[in-house]
C-alpha cells in the first residue's frame, strides 16, 4: 500500500549548516519515500504566500524573512500515517522542548531557526505539496 502524504521543508539553517544529507538520511531510515524533492529558494512573496496563515502572529516578519534568506529543499514524502508520524521524528517547535533523538533536537539552532517543516494536517500536506509541485512532478 501506498500510505499517505505529507510535506516538509529543510529550512535555511540546516541547509546552510550542512545539515541536509543528515536530515534526508534520517527521514529515509524513519520509513518515508521521497515522492518530490527539489532545491530552491523562496521569494519573500514566497514565503509570505505560504505562511499566509500566521499573518496575524507576532512572528510572520521574522518567520517570513528567515525563510526567504537562504535556499531549501523541499520535499512530498509517503508513509503510513504521514502527517502524525512525521511531526514526531522532527519534534516540538521549540527544540529546547524536543525530543531527544528528534531532527530538531538534533539540528536546530533556535524556534525560529528550527530547521525542518512538517504539514500539521492532510488537508495542509496537499496545498502546501501543490505550492511547490507541479501534477508533473509529484507521482
Ligand atoms: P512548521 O509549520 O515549520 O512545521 O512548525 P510548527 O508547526 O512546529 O510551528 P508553527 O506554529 O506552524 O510555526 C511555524 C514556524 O514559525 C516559526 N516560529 N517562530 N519566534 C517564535 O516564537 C516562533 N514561533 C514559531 C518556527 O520556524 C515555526 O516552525
Ligand atoms: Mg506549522
Known amino acids: ?64 524573512e528567515y525563510m526567504s534568506s537562504g535556499p531549501i529543499y523541499a520535499a512530498i514524502l509517503e508513509k503510513d500515517n504521514a502527517v502524525a508520524d512525521f511531526r514526531t521524528l522532527i519534534g516540538a517547535t521549540n527544540p529546547a522542548e524536543a525530543a531527544e533523538g528528534t531532527i530538531r533536537q538534533r539540528f536546530a539552532e533556535s524556534i525560529a531557526a528550527n530547521a525542518i517543516h512538517g504539514s500539521d494536517s492532510d488537508e495542509n500536506a496537499a496545498i502546501e505539496g501543490n505550492f511547490f509541485f507541479s501534477e508533473r512532478e509529484r507521482h
Open 1 to 64: 500500500m501506498a500510505g499517505n502524504r505529507t510535506f516538509t521543508m529543510i529550512k535555511p539553517d540546516a541547509v546552510g549548516n550542512g545539515h541536509a544529507g543528515k536530515i534526508l538520511d534520517q527521514i529515509l531510515e524513519a520509513g518515508f519515500r521521497v515522492v518530490a524533492l527539489k532545491y530552491t529558494q523562496l521569494t519573500d512573496a514566497d514565503a509570505k504566500a505560504f505562511y499566509a496563515v500566521h499573518k496575524e502572529r507576532p512572528f510572520y516578519g521574522e518567520l517570513v
